[in-house]
């Protein structure tokens, strides 16, 4: 299985927007998908399987940190470690862009999220109470200090 890891275009936006779908319960809509690419603070990647856009994940750079904004698979193509090349892909970006310190939240529910970003290193570093909606959730703040 041969996987590419590359920017995010705006040709993509309709399969981004299908996996928002399929995956969370408030999806983002193509608008906001497309006014994300256009954000200069953002930096969007997604993972390619024989032409099909399987999976996709963003971060905004916020001064010296970095701040995720999602993370998807497709039901299908999960376990197979491509969540993996593209946070692995997304490391790699903040080292070569003065970013020291990574952070997200998860649903605490969420222990594949959750022992996603353990397996990088990710610490959980408190709680935000009800962040979520559909359902009311709180998240779990996680970081991740990146050597440079
Ligand atoms: C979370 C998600 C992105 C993981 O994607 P993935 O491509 O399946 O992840 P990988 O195959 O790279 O797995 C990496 C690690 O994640 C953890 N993981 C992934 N799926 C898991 C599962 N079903 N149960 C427990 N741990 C799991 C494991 O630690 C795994 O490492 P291992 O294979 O060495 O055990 C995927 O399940 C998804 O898209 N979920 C829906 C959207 C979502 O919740 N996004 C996160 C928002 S915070």
Same mark, same amino acid.
């Given at each position: 299985?041969?996987?590419?890891?590359?920017?995010?275009?705006?040709?993509?936006?309709?399969?981004? @927007?299908?996996?928002?779908?399929?995956?969370?319960?408030?999806?983002?809509?193509?608008?906001?998908?497309?006014?994300?690419?256009?954000?200069?603070?953002?930096?969007?990647?997604?993972?390619?399987?024989?032409?099909?856009?399987?999976?996709?994940?963003?971060?905004?750079?916020?001064?010296?940190?970095?701040?995720?904004?999602?993370? @998807?698979?497709?039901?299908?193509?999960?376990?197979?470690?491509? %969540?993996?090349?593209?946070?692995?892909?997304?490391?790699?970006?903040?080292?070569?862009?003065?970013?020291?310190?990574?952070?997200?939240? @998860?649903?605490?529910?969420?222990?594949? %999220?959750?022992?996603?970003?353990?397996?990088?290193?990710?610490?959980? @570093?408190?709680?935000?109470?009800?962040?979520?909606?559909?359902?009311?959730?709180? %998240?779990?703040?996680?970081?991740?200090?990146?050597?440079?």
């Amino acid at each position: 299985m041969e996987v590419e890891v590359r920017e995010i275009s705006f040709s993509d936006i309709d399969e981004v @927007a299908e996996i928002e779908k399929i995956c969370f319960s408030i999806p983002w809509s193509k608008e906001l998908i497309a006014q994300e690419l256009l954000n200069k603070m953002a930096y969007y990647q997604c993972a390619i399987i024989d032409g099909k856009l399987v999976g996709y994940m963003g971060m905004w750079k916020i001064c010296d940190e970095g701040h995720i904004t999602n993370v @998807a698979v497709l039901p299908e193509y999960r376990k197979k470690g491509i %969540a993996s090349m593209l946070i692995s892909k997304m490391i790699e970006v903040c080292k070569c862009s003065e970013i020291y310190n990574v952070t997200l939240e @998860a649903r605490e529910s969420n222990l594949e %999220a959750i022992h996603l970003y353990e397996k990088f290193g990710f610490e959980s @570093a408190g709680k935000r109470p009800n962040y979520y909606q559909k359902p009311t959730e709180s %998240a779990v703040i996680m970081w991740k200090k990146i050597e440079q």
